[in-house]
């Protein structure tokens, strides 16, 4: 099982890529491995090497509080004993909203030339690769701490612990419906989402909820196909802004000081909602800004996504792409015919196939991400079918998910369905025009709608009457609530975030 060395470099070959000899190979960070402990009957097994999962599969705000307690101690505003996260201390935007807090580390990334401004520090590590990604995270950031806000509002007598945990679990759940109601189906088709996840059908426990190798390796990457080459920050009249012109996807990689000094979030995320996801063109499926102008911390060079990718997959050694359309159980690709068939494009399907020799060979991300997209999706037939069975898996083994028993009632639900990522933008910025659904673009003014004109949550449906025996505001010991029972929302509550940790 475990390896030696855990860094090496991927070496290309020269006449493809006519590449100078000193760039002729890329550094390469193994991924740790997990060996398993003692040898079970199958010998076999037990020499494999696995990866670790560095934090949560869970779709649940991890990504705004951290996977572990060490990272969430630091989000949480503490001393404010309010519920909230806390903010950074030095700068607001223009309006004076908050900003993420500082990372401490004296070898930031992110200290570019005389820009003395360090990384954000979110409850995921990536927080600073690029800009609009940074955006959305301080988007969850400023809905957490308005929720928080209006939830000590209605509930006086609930203490900061309450107040953050039930904050913290609308969160979750408006991660949950986002992504499972308005950007899976948009990503792997309303057929494959049908077929493959369905309706809810309540918490199985039989089913593995944790991230599969095949899915973080290779078919949830299809995304680096969608990405633009320009990040684009808009004016109010979603044109381009005067004072802070669109920017080179490779300008704002850990670059959070454009975000302070340059505007805030809203014109970068004005440009995320006016433009159009990248297109995979057959003959240049990345970007140059990520295959050549691509930052990972601790590499000092720029580095390749594409790359890095097909490397990952074998790093992890993961099946080739034959063996995964059988798993979902489509025609394997015998021959450069049969290749044709499922790729748009014939001259690529010659080229792999020439590369690769035999169809056995190909690399799983690279075939995924070259076969012709399911109707009304953004993904091939395979790429479909792992993501849609991760999902399901992700939705019916967690037994947190919001739609599970007990976890929110009724009237809460309802309130929770009304939410979308258009008016989380609206709440948290100072946008005031934007497409009803975030993930359907639009060109302005086509379609745009007034913030006005978008449902919003009503919070009062968490409004809990103070009798006796519910939590103190001012003590730390949680007391029974109402009627001497703690209500299933918040049992299911703490249990969820010790349990997803
Ligand atoms: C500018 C945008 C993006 C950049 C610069 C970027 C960069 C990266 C990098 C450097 C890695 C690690 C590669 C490795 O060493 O194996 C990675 C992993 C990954 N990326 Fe992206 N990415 C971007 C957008 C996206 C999008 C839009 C998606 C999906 C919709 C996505 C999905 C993934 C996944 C699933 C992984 C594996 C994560 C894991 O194993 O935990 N990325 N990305």
Redesign the pocket.
Known sequence: CCPLTYYYFISFLQALDNLPSAQSCLPFNRSLPACFNGFGRDILQAMQQQQMNAITSFIDGSVVYGSGPKVNNLLRDLCGLNGKLTVNEHFKDPKGRPYLPFEESLQSVCLHGEENVACFRAGDSRVN??LPLTSLHLLWLRQHNQIAETLKHLNGHWNAETIYEETRKIIGALHQIITMRDYVPKIIGKEFFDNYIGPYGGYDPTVDPSASNVF??AA??F??A??SPVVRRLNASYQEHESFPSLK?HETFFSPWRIIKEGGIDPIVRGALGTQAAAPHSNKLLTDE?TER?I?LSIPQDMD?AS??LQ?GRDHGLPGYNDWRDFCGLERIRTLEDFKQVVSDASVAERILQLYKHPDNIDIWLGGLVETFSPGSRTGPMFSCLIAKQMKALRDGDRFWWEADGMFSQEQRDELLKVSLSKIICENTDITEVPPDAFIFGKYPSGYVSCNNLPAMNLEAWREEKSEGTWDNNSETVQSPSKGKMTEVQQSTKATYSTHM
């Open positions: 690769e690029g973080a390796t949830f990457r995304g680096h969608t990405i996807l990520l691509l990972v996504l890095l990718n990952r």
